[in-house]
């Protein structure tokens, strides 16, 4: 039974809290798998396994319109090449050689940049709320990426991972405006589903050279298991909600979303690892919260 359009717009301000737990399992499994599994490898294997998981829902309406994907296969390649490529191997590479902070601190730029471009080159309507929601959340970001000590931001240093990361955040960004700005008759998994297998293109030659040239995967129960958990939360579950999201919030209210990744991290922390929950991360998501709650509202 389809959704109509006012349970679609409930489904979809629910994901704004569910996503970023998938996505949390993403910066776990990075750190877990460097020891074994190659950079490109890991991000191969996700998205195979996540192409199949959605072409087991959608394969019958891919099928049922060849000529669309004719006519839209160049952007495939394109979003497969930003989505699944440098955003699914560049923050592996770039993890190895900087430090969690900067990451934090790059990545958190992404929104901002979302929101600036979705407004002018999108058109979407953004008030002062979204845009004081937008602020507010970023603020709480840093808030918990510094520990509170925003002297510190004046300390952070720089290296050549960060470039990785950089790239990432700034495909990242091109992702999440192109999905919105190119409009398609495939519904959230079919056109995902497409857009995955341009990324696997795009990925395939990459990964036959790291792995015969440069970083061989170690084959084990251990490696497909790290594959597995990235191919079914952040590769399948987080992706096709993001883009559902998109479809029915806009990009720039969307994009918020990944303010919400430090609440997480540090709630996975206090669950798995045991590691205390301290003040800053109570006074950060005193800020991201409302601040999400404000850059979702619907402008007037």
Known sequence: MPL???HRKQWAYALIFIAPALWSVNYLVARSAAGSVAPHALAFGRWLIALLLLLALSWREIAAHPIAIRREWKQYLVLGALGMWIC??????GARTTVATNISLIYSTSPVMIALISRFALK???GLPQWAGVALAFAGVLHIVLKGRWAALAQVEFSVGDVWILGATLSWTAYSLLLKAWPSPFGPAARLALIMVGGLVVLAPATAIEALWFMPTQISWTSFGYVLALALFPGFGAYLAYSFMQRELGAARVGVVLYLGPI???????LVLGEPVRSYHWAGAAMILPGIYLSTRPAR
Do not use: H, L, S
């Open 124 to 126: 979407e309507r953004m």
């Open 264 to 270: 997480y991290a540090a709630a996975t922390a206090w």
């Open 4 to 6: 109509t359009p006012k």
């Open 88 to 93: 699914g191997t560049f923050v592996y590479i």
